[in-house]
């Protein structure tokens, strides 16, 4: 069983850059993939951005080149550096691990443990 709480969220301004981190506790990371996801008010949980087991990274063609995934060198620390924030950004941001096929990585239901999730709100 893995545990994992989100931070970092908050109230920024078209521009700004925030970064969510995610703490792991009950186990590590090590042998999952790693992932954020997002949801918006009346919208479906969707993909943000995985660290594979591989390593190998990938991201929604709307944060790409704008946010940037890693794992913290203590295996139980994920990141979601958020820059050039956006309006549309907002959301709750969740934090996740699984271990899902290539095809399968925007899947939510591929995902076996999900934080509380964290708010963050920009303004234009």
């Known amino acids: 069983q893995v545990q994992l709480v989100e931070s970092g969220g908050g109230l920024v301004q078209a521009g700004d850059s925030l970064r969510l981190s995610c703490a792991a506790s009950?186990?590590?990371?090590?042998?999952?993939?790693i992932a954020w996801f997002r949801q918006a008010p009346g919208k479906e949980r969707e993909f943000v951005a995985t660290?594979?087991?591989?390593?190998?990274?990938h991201y929604d063609n709307s944060v790409k080149g704008r946010f940037t995934i890693s794992r913290g060198n203590d295996k139980n620390t994920m990141y979601l550096q958020m820059d050039t924030l956006k309006p549309e950004d907002t959301a709750v941001y969740y934090c996740?691990?699984?271990?899902?096929?290539?095809?399968?990585?925007?899947?939510?239901?591929?995902?076996?443990?999900w934080g509380q999730g964290t708010q963050v709100t920009v303004s234009s």
């Open positions: 660290v594979r087991q591989t390593g190998t990274t």
């Open positions: 009950g186990s590590t990371f090590s042998g999952y993939a």
């Open positions: 996740t691990v699984g271990r899902p096929i290539l095809s399968s990585i925007r899947d939510p239901n591929m995902y076996y443990y």
